[in-house]
């Protein structure tokens, strides 16, 4: 193997042209070139070149401010995207808005998918992810604004079920980040605490003849990175940087911490705090006792990430197995800008590799937002008026988990809502509905979800709700709450209301520990079967 170029940012950012379509690996803090789109956005803002890139990232990759993807928001710098998560890029977001680029909010998991494939030289990803979502193309097949005509999903027929095909991408340069490169480009991420889809980014990008750029923190002689240890080998790779500290954190939130490097069993002598009571907590704690022994489950951003807190709380963590899309395997999820890593996890994959499993079936539960909701059960948490937050894993998700809940709040806005041992008192509500008539965007599609039998619930503080056939049911109410005024009167639709209506478990409302105990994941009635 030869030696490979090693540039400054400023200089590797030299060979980027005109017109390329650049493969950006990181999942929202973690992993994220950061040095390299810092120097394209200078080179840009200097000279004015490089111009209508087309950039191609699966999960969201930001601060919500400047950082990551936000470096590359010019117009003329960006002609069109395509995106898993967009709420962490708000500049590019206001692109978007003002139609001065075109895009694609396409699923997380099948952009990483979609990269492996492409990188084998496939026509594209089949897949039945997105289908009765905003992504089917009988809807807005995942376009970002009316300027935006190019088709990128197609509705298809294979031995007589439907599937979305997504075409191939070619992408000519990959901004992608390790720990330490060998003088021939071998990469290894010892520090990082994901690894993501840079090695299915890097063949990609090199099988379409195209230029490979890695961040790292060090160069060692060649010989020097075990082989067993390489994540990104060095036949994949152009040039090396390396990076200033500042722009090499473990995550936006923490330069370094190392419990996301070591294994679960080191967590056993970790003391957890009791957090304070508050409405979110009982969300979380009413998740909570749903939670089954055994179950391989996924947190999703937001609410549900404080699910994993409350397992800590009632000492139950170590009988369920948590994963986190990007590719942590238990542990417990970290949150803000240091989600997608994991404390002391039992083994981390690539994000392509997770969503393998996620689409196969492998997940037992999955916790998800909840932003928006309809009268049919559809949940939106991808799009509210111009804000475009994007679905990220959202739909590969919940369209292959055997059951879903979507955890949220049951309006939004100011609120006064007090929290006593005997349940809830509504003093002054939120002015915004969040159970609404029509959503703005289906993220979720009830429907496809009746179609596979899959059991939903959606759990707010004071009510929880059941989907079936006929929309939602009313199943469960807080104590305290009043049906009429506090829950009916807050809808833009009337529920199915259970004749079998039942009180919120009082635990949850407690300041005490629940003493919650899981039960089996053989007691929880699942459908196995999917559309596909």
């Known amino acids: 193997m030869n030696k490979k170029r090693q540039l400054s940012a400023s200089e590797a950012i030299e060979l980027v042209k005109d017109g390329d379509t650049l493969a950006l690996g990181g999942f929202v803090g973690s992993v994220v070139p950061e040095a390299l789109e810092r120097a394209l956005e200078e080179r840009y803002l200097n000279t004015g070149a490089p111009t209508n890139l087309n950039l191609v990232f699966a999960a969201g990759q930001g601060d919500g401010k400047e950082k990551a993807v936000n470096h590359l928001a010019h117009e003329g710098l960006v002609s069109h995207v395509i995106g898993g998560h967009w709420g962490l890029v708000p500049k590019l977001q206001m692109l978007v808005n003002e139609e001065k680029v075109t895009g694609h909010n396409l699923p997380q998991g099948v952009i990483c998918q979609l990269y492996r494939d492409s990188a084998a030289g496939k026509p594209g990803t089949l897949t039945h992810v997105g289908l009765g979502t905003y992504v089917d193309p009988r809807f807005e097949g995942g376009k970002v604004n009316k300027k935006t005509l190019e088709e990128r999903v197609i509705l298809t027929e294979v031995a007589g079920k439907e599937y979305l095909f997504y075409p191939r991408i070619d992408a000519s340069v990959a901004f992608i980040r390790g720990t330490t490169a060998d003088e021939y480009g071998n990469i290894s991420m010892e520090e990082e605490c994901l690894f993501l889809e840079n090695l299915a980014i890097?063949?990609?990008?090199?099988?379409?003849?195209?230029?490979v750029i890695a961040q790292v923190k060090r160069v060692v002689k060649a010989g020097d990175i075990e082989p067993h240890n390489v994540r990104i080998p060095g036949v994949f790779v152009d040039v090396i940087v390396t990076a200033q500290e500042h722009e090499h954190p473990q995550t936006f939130s923490e330069t370094f911490n190392p419990t996301y490097l070591k294994s679960h069993s080191n967590a056993l002598s970790q003391t957890h705090s009791f957090s304070e009571l508050n409405i979110k907590k009982v969300i979380a704690r009413r998740a909570a006792l749903e939670l089954k022994k055994e179950a391989v489950i996924n947190y999703g951003i937001g609410l549900p990430e404080l699910i994993a807190q409350i397992a800590h709380e009632e000492n139950v963590s170590d009988q369920i197995i948590a994963t986190v899309e990007p590719g942590a395997i238990g542990g417990t999820p970290a949150g803000g800008l240091s989600f997608g890593a994991s404390a002391f996890p039992d083994a981390i994959i690539t994000q392509d590799q997770m969503f393998d499993f996620y689409g196969g079936g492998g997940l037992d539960q999955a916790f998800l937002g909840l932003a928006e909701v309809d009268q049919y059960g559809h949940i939106n948490v991808s799009k509210f008026g111009k804000k475009l937050v994007g679905c990220g894993g959202f739909i590969d998700i919940t369209q292959n988990a055997k059951t879903v809940y979507f955890c949220g709040t049951f309006t939004a806005?100011?609120?006064?809502?007090?929290?006593?041992d005997d349940g809830l008192n509504i003093i002054q509500d939120g002015h915004i509905s969040k159970f609404i008539s029509n959503v703005q965007q289906i993220t979720f599609s009830a429907e496809t979800a009746i179609q596979n039998n899959k059991p939903v619930l959606y759990i707010t503080e004071r009510a929880v709700f059941r989907l079936t056939e006929d929309g939602l049911e009313l199943v469960e109410i807080a104590p305290g709450v009043d049906l009429e005024q506090d829950i009916l009167n807050q809808m833009g639709f009337t529920p199915k209301i259970s004749s079998n209506l039942q009180l919120m478990n009082?635990?949850?409302?407690?300041?005490?520990?629940?003493?919650?105990?899981?039960?089996s994941i053989d007691k929880l009635n699942i459908s196995m079967r999917h559309n596909r």
């Open 202 to 211: 890097a063949q990609l990008v090199h099988n379409c003849g195209g230029t």
């Open 413 to 420: 806005g100011q609120s006064n809502i007090t929290i006593t």
């Open 506 to 519: 009082e635990t949850i409302f407690s300041s005490q520990s629940m003493s919650l105990e899981l039960l």
